[in-house]
């Protein structure tokens, strides 16, 4: 069998929605991220099937790959990791409630809450950003399609404007990546002393 023509098809699709990312959007993540680092603020992001596998993703790439070696680190906490705790919020309460109940926990005004949904309208992400809007946090959001209720509620957001949640997950691990790479030279560029005057 020759697939080549759906490979192409594939990747030139991958290829257009990337170039087509607001990097306006981006860059303002970026600055958000960059501020909840220096004021030492926590981070807790969360996301349903493949949106959770790049949660986990994320936090392990901030948390170690972009500071390990540094005196100051991220503080991102996943909240779709605590597998006992989401089976029991799930079981007792219900499924729409596993985020929302855990920020209850730990959320402070000030932290950061990071909701991904490819559709945009995953019923525990938005009752989790509601919360944190309710309750002076601050809020983003990684969504694809129309961008759905994620999109309207989070007050930043990353909108990978494609019907493919395929091309979507793919672009929120990209999304990923490229941050752990810019935020992480631009951290330790900081390191640097500053050149000798001439």
Do not use: W
Not at 45 to 61: E, F
Not at 113 to 133: K, L, T
């Amino acid at each position: 069998m020759d697939f080549t023509q759906e490979i192409n098809h594939y990747a030139a699709t991958l290829k257009r929605t990337i170039d087509a990312l607001s990097r306006t959007e981006i860059n303002t993540v970026y600055d958000l991220l960059l501020k909840a680092y220096e004021e030492e603020r926590q981070i807790f992001i969360m996301g349903n099937g493949g949106s959770a596998a790049t949660a986990s993703h994320m936090v392990c790439d901030f948390n170690k790959g972009m500071c390990f070696d540094k005196p100051k680190r991220f503080k991102m906490i996943c909240l779709n990791d605590n597998v006992p705790s989401l089976m029991a919020l799930a079981n007792d309460i219900g499924y729409d409630v596993v985020f929302v109940e855990q920020l209850k926990n730990f959320m402070q005004p000030g932290d950061y809450v990071i909701g991904i949904s490819g559709s945009g309208n995953s019923e525990n992400v938005i009752q989790a950003i509601q919360y944190a809007n309710e309750n002076e946090g601050v809020t983003i959001g990684f969504c694809g399609y129309s961008g759905g209720k994620l999109k309207q509620q989070a007050q930043y957001s990353i909108h990978v404007n494609i019907n493919d949640m395929q091309i979507v997950e793919d672009v929120h691990m990209m999304l990923d990546h490229m941050t752990m790479r810019v935020l992480g030279n631009y951290l330790h560029s900081q390191d640097k002393p500053a050149e000798a005057a001439a």
